[in-house]
């Protein structure tokens, strides 16, 4: 089967991110956590549609019980449209939840959700990654993080994956369902450079990893091992995250931003212009995804 991209959402978002599809409405959720803005758009829609406004979100994850829980500047939050955000926690252990940027559900419904930290002109403290249970309880679970960015579960469940952008890695722990422990943590993909920073992530049905690259220019797939398997070029420099949807879990949706960002951490000779992104994309072809787990908190 061949390859086809199409603009999915023809936008200029600041930083588009957190893609989310629900299937039971056939929508892609996605947030502008540049501009405080949550959208919403079938395949068969003509143009996307602004379901909250004025709420800091960088990343989504589906709800049991319908709508979202989003991570953010102020916490974590759950909402259902025609709602008002209802905040879940925004501190854990004597300390402030915040600058969360992407979350992930697991098998059991709880929420991890990990820190940006990084910031580039002045000294950063360690970012730390959380657990949201059931009953609402928050812990840390992890530290030294720079810019905690995708998230997720090998095909078993026996295995977590994070990716912190900064270092360009992507990091394996051995994760336990029953507890929702991660423990040994182990470099497990590291990106060069001239690749630029992996942002988002998700895992297909095979158990690959996708990955969206910023200052990279597309997403690219591994395999168990970590061995780059293949990559799908997109118009957008700045790709930001990606996940699977559509009937059949066969079409990739990948979110871009056109915010300018000028660092050192680009690939050497990187040109800053544009096209640097914003839109979302919707990729078709062969291989099977597998559905996101849903919150429960």
């Known amino acids: ?19 989310a599809w629900d299937a039971g409405n056939g929508r892609l959720y996605w947030t502008d956590c540049g501009g405080e803005a949550i959208y919403a758009k079938g395949i068969a829609d003509d143009a996307p549609k602004l379901v909250l406004s004025g709420y800091h979100a960088a990343s989504l994850a589906l709800h049991e019980s319908g709508g979202l829980v989003f991570g953010g500047r102020d916490g974590f939050f759950q909402w259902k449209e025609g709602e008002v955000p209802r905040l879940i926690c925004d501190r854990s252990d004597h300390m402030e939840v915040n600058d969360i940027n992407d979350i992930i559900a697991d098998p059991e419904g709880r929420v991890f959700g990990g820190q940006e930290a ?13 657990r949201i249970d059931p009953d609402g309880s928050c812990s840390v679970v992890e530290e030294g993080l720079h810019l905690s960015n995708g998230l997720g579960f090998s095909s078993s469940c026996d295995r977590f994956y994070l990716v912190d952008s900064i270092p360009r890695m992507i990091y394996a722990y051995d994760y336990d369902r029953a507890t929702g422990a991660i423990s040994n943590r182990k470099p497990f993909i590291r990106l060069d450079k001239d690749d630029g920073l992996p942002d988002g992530m998700t895992v297909d049905q095979d158990g690959f990893i996708w990955v969206a690259k910023w200052f990279g220019s597309g997403i690219s797939r591994y395999d168990p091992d970590g061995k780059l398997e293949r990559t799908i070029d997109l118009s957008a420099a700045q790709t930001s995250s990606l996940t699977f949807g559509g009937p059949d879990f066969r079409d990739i949706f990948v979110t871009s931003a056109a915010q300018y960002w000028e660092t050192p951490l680009a690939p050497t000779g990187h040109d800053f212009s544009f096209p640097r992104g914003g839109s979302v994309y919707h990729i078709v072809q062969d291989i099977a995804g597998k559905p996101e787990y849903k919150a429960k908190i």
């Open 1 to 19: 089967m061949a390859t086809t991209i199409r603009l999915f959402a023809d936008q200029r978002l600041l930083c588009g991110e957190g893609p």
């Open 118 to 130: 990084f910031r580039e002109d002045e000294a950063y403290d360690t970012g730390y990654l959380f």
